[in-house]
């Protein structure tokens, strides 16, 4: 039995997202690749923090949390809310706490 790869590449191809929104996707997983960006995006899971709160918790510089959460922000996984002079840092969206809980419950299974 033989397969016709040409008509199975025919269907595909009209599926395939753009070369650009795949290295756009290879991108968003990249910051996902670092630990650290791991920690801060877990410990804003449940809710709100400041720099010093998450500083506080991972036991890091409050320097190297804003350099993580400026590359974050930047990629829209992380938005900020103003209270006077404090700035307090969230998920953007449910669609970033559904990629990390999604790969969580990839790892326990």
């Given at each position: 039995?033989?397969?016709?790869?040409?008509?199975?590449?025919k269907d595909l191809s009209?599926?395939?997202?753009?070369?650009?929104?795949?290295?756009?996707?290879?991108?968003?997983?990249?910051?996902?690749?670092?630990?650290?960006?791991?920690?801060?995006?877990?410990?804003?899971?449940?809710?709100?923090?400041?720099?010093?709160?998450?500083?506080?918790?991972?036991?890091?510089?409050?320097?190297?949390?804003?350099?993580?959460?400026?590359?974050?922000?930047?990629?829209?996984?992380?938005?900020?809310?103003?209270?006077?002079?404090?700035?307090?840092?969230?998920?953007?969206d449910e669609h970033v706490?559904?990629?990390?809980?999604?790969?969580?419950?990839?790892?326990?299974?």
């Amino acid at each position: 039995m033989t397969h016709d790869h040409k008509e199975q590449h025919k269907d595909l191809s009209h599926e395939l997202p753009s070369e650009e929104l795949l290295q756009d996707l290879g991108d968003l997983f990249k910051i996902f690749g670092d630990t650290t960006r791991i920690r801060i995006m877990f410990a804003l899971y449940e809710g709100e923090m400041s720099v010093s709160s998450i500083s506080e918790l991972l036991g890091m510089t409050q320097p190297a949390i804003s350099h993580q959460l400026k590359t974050l922000k930047a990629a829209n996984l992380v938005a900020t809310r103003r209270q006077g002079k404090e700035i307090y840092y969230h998920l953007s969206d449910e669609h970033v706490k559904s990629i990390i809980a999604a790969g969580f419950e990839h790892l326990i299974e």
